[in-house]
DNA sequence: CATGAATGAGTCTTCATTCAT
DNA sequence: GATGAATGAAGACTCATTCAT
């Protein structure tokens, strides 16, 4: 790719970079910010401490640009997901794939992510940090334009403001995420979108006369 | 002479502890266990460095009281909201109003909160933070069974595993409170519970030849 | 004795500043000075801290008056045991004797003593033990003249200087002292002085011309 | 000798080491375990303290390592004194000799010899003393089976268990240098080593009937 | 007058960062 | 250019001492 272009003494630079991310994205995810020291970082990724000084100001750098590279990684994804010429369920269906797909690959970053996005943001540093909320932000603003196209088209019921929807179906795959991280066996991340979709997409609320009527094939058995 | 004197000490003593919690917690939930220092809690609170360590045997410890305490009573007010004789229906609005109101009445929990259940957590300490998370789990349980009762009882469509449906409306509820968070002006927490729950009780989704026939009262409009 | 003709004020004073310094006494002489916090001795001799600074000034000032009155009891017991109108031979068994019963009578005294006149005088305070030491010197000399006499007496061989048969007496009782605290069981401290004085009174060398002459019933078998 | 091959750094190393454990050498001999802090040696040493903790995990572990050092050096003097061919009287002579070497060389070590073999071992730590401690255990018994063999040998008179003429001649000497150690001037540690063993060699006891006959040369004029 | 709660100086220890080699 | 030894500021915690009750 670009890189390929680069002389040889560039690239070597960016693979190094790259190894030090990598050792410090886990340990930080495993331990938080301030339970990892500049020394294990340069233990785990074998590499000096003065040279992981010349790649990063400081330790503070360091992290910054590992949660940078993270969020755009997930940002790009998602948002590939939500755009393109697809009708709205099918870019929801690719929303909750895409970011399934994206953290399963990655599950240091799931914690990195979260501590980032909904955790208790220990506010680690100030003022970056609005960089990748404001991301974040925009992110959701997108997504519930995708709702809010769908109540424009006729495809969905305008049950509830589209932003909140968005926050919504968010918070949801997160929700499985964090289930799945705990415990993968009891709670797998759905490989079929619509297991999750389906709290969207059905009304639970049972009109007492109405009978169901909608297929049962998705829905729940106890 | 003791016994006159016991109450009132106790009372200052409880008084003090208070104080004491009462800026840790405003510290922790702020810049996490780590970035806050015991200097700046004795500062804030305006007690000596060694009298904190007469009433916490050391930060973990105050910090463990302090996750303890505020775990307790959020799950006081949202077990309190599911049980009981009602509808399955009244208890969800129930659930969403007490969540509100706990979190509005402490703002600095909210991230304490999250931090401990849903952030990563940092395992700042081992052990016990399992006995928080295992409550958490039981009353995410309890909470399963609300929607069951409610499909059992035909109250509800079979849309999705109770559990799924008890975290999604966990994280829809933290979502909002996120959002109120950070932007308490443009996202007010709603105060009509249906705001949220209709999120759950109406279907997205528009049969193509179904036309919208449920209450368009609580519908959203652009 | 003198105390009761005290009043009863004095005399209730003068217990628990006995009871102060017993406590003090058993909890300095098993950690040292730096490892017992005022806090434990007034614990220990159910006394409030407040208590104790009325009748020491501070840490010091305790300590200093438990090793002034511990080595005061010791220097009158044995200052008594080789006064007197006794040969000096039997002042020497006196002192032998006294030092035993008084160090076993109060087993916690031997540390202190020890770490007071021996031990690396952790020289806990200046100046202070200067004083406990120049009784100590005194009655070194004071010892050191009973050898004197008993060599002008023409009692002792003169088989070496006084004074250093006084130091050697000395330290050797300190050594037996030493082997029982450590060992009870297998070194007592003998109960027979001569076992002790034997080493100064007979010679060990044995003349290759020499046939052995001196009485075998103290000696040593195997 | 072996430090010349090693590398240059690991030779700044050992100078390194070795500086900082005479500084705290000095500074624990003259105050005790307790009474110095890391930042006085880090001082005396001419070190930071970081750099102190690089070399040592902790103050403890600085102690410790300097009394195995110092306690090392002492038993491998007298225990190659009291080792080899020669007869049972050289051999306490070279104890005698070696011992007052070895302490006049290193005045610091005297101290901490004692508060670690004889003074109240405030047991700064546990379980450790115990090596040292042992280790002057085996010496002792290895020190009486020098009189043992004397006695076998017909060499030496049995005038006591050959254990309690170890301590004996252990104690005097240390006696010795106790006097040397506070008046260097007034008390110095004999160059003859039997000033200190005509204590054990001669007796003390005049018999009444019999007239002085051992060699004079050695013996005490006031 | 006894009490013991409150204080904060002083201690050990860690770790981000620098800089000589 | 890479290295990692050296640094020392900062943090958790203890405990002698004071003083209000």
Redo the contacts with the bound molecule.
């Keep these: 790719m670009e890189e390929q272009k680069l002389p040889r003494r560039e690239r070597e630079k960016l693979a190094?970079r790259r190894e030090m991310m990598a050792a410090a994205l886990e340990l930080f995810s495993e331990r938080g910010f301030?339970?990892?020291?500049?020394?294990e970082i340069?233990e785990k990724s074998e590499?000096?401490?003065?040279?992981l000084?010349?790649f990063f100001r400081?330790?503070?750098d360091l992290y910054r640009a590992l949660i940078l590279e993270q969020s755009s990684r997930f940002h790009e994804a998602v948002t590939k997901a939500i755009e393109g010429p697809e009708e709205e369920i099918e870019k929801l269906r690719n929303f909750v794939k895409a970011k399934g797909e994206v953290f399963r690959a990655n599950v240091a970053m799931i914690r990195l992510y979260f501590s980032e996005t909904q955790g208790a943001r220990v506010n680690v540093m100030a003022g970056f940090d609005s960089e990748v909320r404001e991301r974040y932000r925009r992110f959701l603003r997108s997504f519930a334009s995708v709702f809010e196209s769908g109540m424009k088209r006729e495809r969905f019921r305008r049950i509830a403001d589209p932003y909140h929807l968005a926050v919504a179906l968010e918070s949801f795959t997160n929700a499985f995420l964090f289930l799945w991280l705990e415990e993968p066996e009891r709670h797998p991340y759905p490989d079929d979108p619509d297991t999750i979709l389906n709290i969207l997409f059905k009304g639970l609320l049972l009109p007492i006369d109405t009978p169901e009527v909608q297929d049962e094939t998705s829905g729940y058995r106890s």
């Design positions: 190094q301030r339970n990892v020291s500049m020394q340069a590499f000096a401490i003065g040279t000084y010349k400081n330790k503070e």
